[in-house]
């Protein structure tokens, strides 16, 4: 199935992090944020609120908003289920996201990984509970859960000794990235069946479309260069992409141009989070008809003019070729982010379409 294009509009998601929420909207992210079904539904109630007494007036959130069983939180950004339920620890936080422990697996530890049996698990077990309470209240299910990636989540298990591990330990590397791959088709598919969607909560700009697109977090792929993305992980986007359709991949890091090759050769892919400080034009040139979700940087629009951030946005449509197969989002903006930097995002958009 194909993405629609979105011709003549360029859609607009913004999300703010843990901090600003707990600043602004005195909510806290302990384990009961994510996983205590009446904290799910109360605390995801009051954002949506919050959301439309702010910003209302260019279209966030919503006025009366009654409760809906929103089994994971869609207003953050937060990855950390499918790293603890291969061996993680996790430790939440008041305000900011669950920080995933190093598990710095041993070679063995790693060689003897299978995937898990998400139903049995006790993390997942703890997650199905919760969205089984949810379901039986209420009679139906939305949201979902970040689900991370293959080589991010193979960073919370291995380490730095990872890349190591590419140099010196190919059958190590890709016995791990079969065990997460599998364990992520598994899990995603069965989310998605609960809610109908597996992605909001990596990204919600995947809300503008038919059937939710299943983004792919490769945010570690930055870090490593096209050769060993196309040696060691492109056979793992492919295999994820042949199950989870539609399929999509997010690079937040500022260089996508650099494994965009790499990303040229993964099959059904559409759509790309284009991380801020990427080269658009040599993204577009190799991915001519993939769908750009073009990220703002959330660090600048912190401190930076609302005129900055209109001739950023101009920048960045400008550089696609247009608005044709474009987005525009501004993920994890901390507290203290101007409200009319905020709200000219919106503006701009729009001037972007006239």
Same mark, same amino acid.
């Given at each position: 199935m194909?993405?629609n294009? !979105?011709?003549? +509009? ?8 843990p901090?600003?929420? *707990?600043?602004? %909207? ?5 384990k009961?944020f994510?996983?205590d079904?009446?904290?799910?539904v ?7 609120t919050?959301?439309y &007494? ?7 959130g919503?006025? *009366?908003s009654?409760e809906?069983?929103?089994m994971?939180?869609v207003?953050?950004a937060?990855?950390y289920? #499918? ?6 620890e996790i430790?939440?936080n008041e @305000? ?10 041993t ?7 299978e995937?898990?049996d998400?139903?049995?698990a ?6 199905i509970?919760?969205? *089984?309470? =949810? &379901?039986?209240?209420y ?7 970040n ?7 193979a960073?919370? =298990?291995?380490?730095?000794? =990872?890349?190591?591990?590419y140099?010196?330990?190919? &059958? !190590?590397v890709e016995?791990?990235?079969e ?9 995603? +598919?069965?989310?998605?069946k ?5 992605s909001?909560?990596?990204n ?12 792919h977090?490769? @945010?570690s792929?930055?870090?490593i260069?096209?050769?060993f $993305?196309?040696?060691?992980l492109?056979k $793992?986007d492919n ?6 359709q ?9 260089n ?6 790499g $990303?040229?050769?993964?099959n059904? #892919? &559409?759509?790309f989070d284009?991380?801020w ?5 040599? @993204?577009?040139?190799l ?9 703002l ?11 900055e951030?209109e ?17 525009? @989002?501004?993920? *994890?903006?901390?507290?203290? +982010? ?12 729009k !001037? %972007?379409?006239?």
């Amino acid at each position: 199935m194909r993405i629609n294009s !979105l011709d003549g +509009t360029l859609p607009v998601e913004i999300i703010f992090n843990p901090r600003w929420w *707990n600043k602004n %909207c005195n909510i806290t992210f302990d384990k009961g944020f994510f996983i205590d079904p009446v904290r799910r539904v109360n605390d995801e109630q009051k954002m949506r609120t919050y959301l439309y &007494e702010r910003f209302g007036d260019i279209g966030l959130g919503e006025k *009366n908003s009654g409760e809906k069983p929103v089994m994971g939180p869609v207003h953050l950004a937060a990855g950390y289920i #499918v790293s603890q339920l291969l061996g993680c620890e996790i430790r939440f936080n008041e @305000c900011d996201p669950p920080d995933v422990i190093a598990a710095n697996m041993t070679d063995q530890e790693v060689m003897g990984l299978e995937a898990p049996d998400i139903f049995e698990a006790g993390t997942t077990r703890e997650l199905i509970n919760m969205m *089984n309470e =949810l &379901e039986d209240r209420y009679g139906y299910l939305v949201g979902d859960v970040n689900w991370s990636g293959v080589q991010n989540i193979a960073l919370d =298990l291995r380490g730095q000794q =990872l890349f190591i591990d590419y140099y010196e330990n190919h &059958e !190590l590397v890709e016995h791990l990235f079969e065990i997460i791959s599998k364990t992520l088709v598994e899990f995603v +598919t069965y989310i998605r069946k609960r809610t109908g969607s597996s992605s909001i909560s990596v990204n919600p700009s995947v809300r503008h479309f038919g059937p939710s697109v299943n983004l792919h977090s490769n @945010c570690s792929v930055a870090m490593i260069s096209n050769e060993f $993305y196309e040696k060691f992980l492109l056979k $793992y986007d492919n295999f994820l992409s042949a199950n989870l359709q539609p399929y999509g991949i997010h690079h937040c890091g500022d260089n996508m141009d650099r494994v965009a090759e790499g $990303y040229s050769k993964v099959n059904g #892919v &559409e759509f790309f989070d284009v991380g801020w400080g990427s080269d658009i034009r040599k @993204c577009r040139e190799l991915l001519p008809d993939a769908f750009f979700n073009l990220r703002l940087n959330p660090v600048k629009i912190l401190t930076c003019s609302d005129n900055e951030v209109e001739e950023d946005i101009i920048k960045l449509v400008e550089n696609n070729g247009g608005i044709r197969n474009a987005g525009i @989002c501004c993920i *994890n903006m901390d507290n203290g +982010t101007p409200d009319i930097n905020i709200k000219k995002v919106f503006d701009t958009a729009k !001037l %972007c379409c006239s």
